[in-house]
């Protein structure tokens, strides 16, 4: 069964850092556009970033410009996140997605997702 798997998450003091990462199969996912998405409790899933296929195209959302990267590592079937400068707002579970529609910023455009991680932000 076809499954992506985050990781990296955990409790971060407000202005340091976390990376996270997302473990995919590399003959499955290697051409997909791949995306990080958080959701705060209550709250609708929101797009953070994507990257295309080859990596040479990013998208972000506003929030996370100037403070998060998205990058990938195809030959390891690896996703990531680097997050800097964290803020209490960053709080949510973190998931990673995988989809057709190049540079895709809304949860329709992927079609597989992992199980999230647990970033919290305190002050």
């Known amino acids: 069964q076809v499954q992506l798997v985050e990781s990296g998450g955990g409790l971060v003091q407000a202005g340091g850092s976390l990376r996270l990462s997302c473990v995919f199969s590399?003959?499955?996912?290697?051409?997909?556009?791949m995306g990080w998405f958080r959701q705060a409790p209550g709250k609708e899933r929101m797009f953070v970033a994507a990257?295309?296929?080859?990596?040479?195209?990013?998208n972000y959302a506003d929030s996370a410009k100037g403070r998060f990267t998205i990058s990938r590592d195809n030959a390891k079937g690896t996703l990531y996140l680097q997050m800097n400068n964290l803020k209490l707002e960053d709080t949510a579970v973190y998931y990673c997605?995988?989809?057709?529609?190049?540079?895709?910023?809304?949860?329709?455009?992927?079609?597989?997702w992992g199980q999230g991680t647990q970033v919290t932000v305190s002050s």
């Open positions: 997605a995988a989809g057709r529609v190049l540079g895709g910023i809304r949860t329709d455009a992927y079609d597989y």
């Open positions: 590399r003959d499955t996912f290697t051409r997909y556009t």
């Open positions: 990257i295309s296929w080859i990596g040479s195209i990013t």
